[in-house]
């Protein structure tokens, strides 16, 4: 790891940023963040950068997480929380200025930089992955609403065809239960 690190040293300077931050103590309560720029444009035309953020709305305090070594104690914890009412993030979009970077994920952009809320994300009800909910679905960073478009970063369309090959390897597996388990739900 050292050597790669050495030889991306933009790399490094972003997990430098990253540790920074401290470790998540559930889903509910993190914030999310988009790394990649889109270009957004407004009914009058206007076209800027942007990157998302999710910013949680805290109504109740999430649930406990179950013990450290519990692999699934932080999904565990948000299908508690939802269980007792819906969870919220309100969709946040910082708008870059012409000189900021928007090809490199990596670089961060000022944090004086205007934010739009741009709507609110809320889950209030949890459902396994059973055929019909979201189990065979591909994810696909390129395909955006009307008024959103990738920017000159190149990681949307290397994701996009990565998952593209991802997604097709695994709808060829075999479909096992969902380890997703909801209390008094259909599994």
Do not use: C
């Amino acid at each position: 790891m050292a050597a790669f690190l050495a030889d991306h040293p933009e790399t490094a300077a972003a997990m430098k940023l990253i540790k920074q931050a401290p470790p998540s103590t559930g889903f509910a309560d993190s914030t999310y963040r988009g790394l990649n720029a889109f270009r957004a444009t407004n009914a009058q035309g206007e076209t800027k950068a942007v990157r998302w953020a999710a910013v949680p709305v805290l109504h109740d305090e999430p649930a406990e997480k179950n013990a450290e070594d519990d692999g699934n104690a932080l999904f565990d914890a948000l299908i508690d929380t939802v269980a007792r009412g819906p969870v919220s993030w309100k969709l946040m979009l910082t708008v870059a200025e012409p000189s900021d970077p928007t090809q490199d994920a990596t670089l961060p952009w000022p944090e004086d930089r205007k934010t739009v809320e741009a709507g609110t994300v809320t889950i209030d009800a949890v459902h396994t992955e059973a055929l019909g909910n979201a189990r065979d679905v591909n994810f696909d960073p390129l395909v955006l609403p009307d008024g959103l478009a990738v920017s000159d970063d190149p990681l949307p369309s290397a994701r996009s065809a990565v998952y593209a090959r991802s997604f097709n390897r695994r709808a060829r597996e075999p479909k096992s239960p969902s380890a997703v388990v909801v209390p008094g739900g259909a599994q």
